[in-house]
């Protein structure tokens, strides 16, 4: 659909723009102009590839860059560049669908939470502070700030600790 089609450009548009921010912070003195690139640099870096999304409607775990290589990009990523480029071929405007969307939604969020992670490297809190009501890294501690530098810490098993900023 036309919408899904909007949807994915924006989307896609933005995945491209942290794409060259983490590509820059992970290994700047390699090229990052294509998607090859930013595999090149990120395929191998802090397990991204496996890292999985869990979905609040459903509670499913969602790995939207399994199977990504240098010589092959993930599906939604080739519908995105698909409906970019050759939006006018009907062939291409299937593509837009709600699957892609949202496997690009997904990986958006991964590549966010993975850039918050490095800009946010000396702090306990190394996430947005506002959360999303979509998403959640599956396997990653949830961190809460509970004011005046204590912040609450939930690993993924399920303990929980209180802590502060300085220590």
Not at 34 to 45: H, M, V
Not at 99 to 112: D, E, G, Q, R, S
Request: proline content about 4%.
């Amino acid at each position: 659909s036309k919408a899904y089609a909007k949807q994915l450009i924006s989307i896609g548009s933005e995945l491209d723009i942290i794409f060259k921010k983490l590509c820059q912070y992970v290994d700047s003195s390699k090229p990052r102009k294509y998607i090859k690139d930013y595999a090149n640099i990120l395929c191998n870096y802090d397990e991204l590839i496996d890292a999985e999304v869990c979905f609040s409607f459903n509670r499913k775990l969602y790995k939207p860059f399994s199977n990504w290589t240098p010589d092959s990009s993930p599906s939604w990523w080739r519908a995105y560049n698909k409906i970019k480029h050759h939006r006018a071929e009907k062939e291409n405007i299937k593509q837009a669908n709600l699957k892609n969307v949202f496997y690009a939604l997904t990986a958006l969020f991964v590549l966010n939470r993975y850039l918050c992670k490095i800009v946010c490297a000396d702090k306990i809190v190394q996430e947005p502070e506002i959360k999303s009501n979509l998403f959640a890294m599956a396997g990653w501690n949830i961190c809460i700030s509970e004011g005046n530098g204590f912040t609450k810490v939930i690993s993924p098993e399920g303990n929980m600790k209180i802590v502060f900023e300085n220590e």
